[in-house]
């Protein structure tokens, strides 16, 4: 069966830390690893990642892809309270979408 | 460039009665995609639409869910009849088509089945 797993479920941290997300995924078909940003409304693209060891970098955020182990991380440096949201990781696969839980953080000042 | 619109908003039914939702892409956007996300969990994809043929439909409820998308613009999900299980945000995103992955999704609507 397909799956999305993420880790940690939920993580509190103090502005200025940084934090890793983690995403591992058995998924056949894999096309592409996806992160979003939700906060309380849809969720907004962050990154598409589909070739292993390509770190895709914005501002604070990046993220990395490793096919081999089947798994993504996304790296957020010197957090701020605006970061605060759920973070989902989607795997794109023939025609199908699977998308994590998420991992919720929550920045405190 | 305006983004995906959905409506309603919110919406609240007893079971077993019917409820629709529309959703209109960004201009331009080949494929339309309805989620559901369930309160706590991650958007589960229910239909993938390019232009107006289904591309994939296998994780949608048949017995009681509809999709479509007359002309490839404009789609509309309908639930007949609703379940207490159904209660969820329904999401609609769209794309370009050409590069699946940036997906722009709309407000979503909250649905309530009591």
Known sequence: EDKVVQSPLSL???EGDTVTLNCSYEVTNFRSLLWYKQEKKAPTFLFMLTSSGIEKKSGRLSSILDKKELFSILNITATQTGDSAI???AVEAYNQF????GTSL???P | ????AQSPRYKIIEKRQSVAFWCNPISGHATLYWYQQILGQGPKLLIQFQN???VDDSQLPKDRFSAE???GVDSTLKIQPAKLEDSAVYL???SLGLVQGEQYFGPGTRLTVT
Do not use: D, P, Q
Request: glycine share 12%; hydrophobic share 40%.
């Open chain 1, 12 to 14: 509190v941290v103090h």
């Open chain 1, 87 to 89: 973070y989902l990781c």
């Open chain 1, 98 to 101: 699977y998308f994590g839980t």
């Open chain 1, 106 to 108: 929550t920045v405190i």
């Open chain 2, 1 to 4: 460039e305006a983004g995906v």
């Open chain 2, 52 to 54: 107006n043929g289904v």
């Open chain 2, 69 to 71: 998308r007359l002309k």
């Open chain 2, 92 to 94: 609609c995103a769209s």
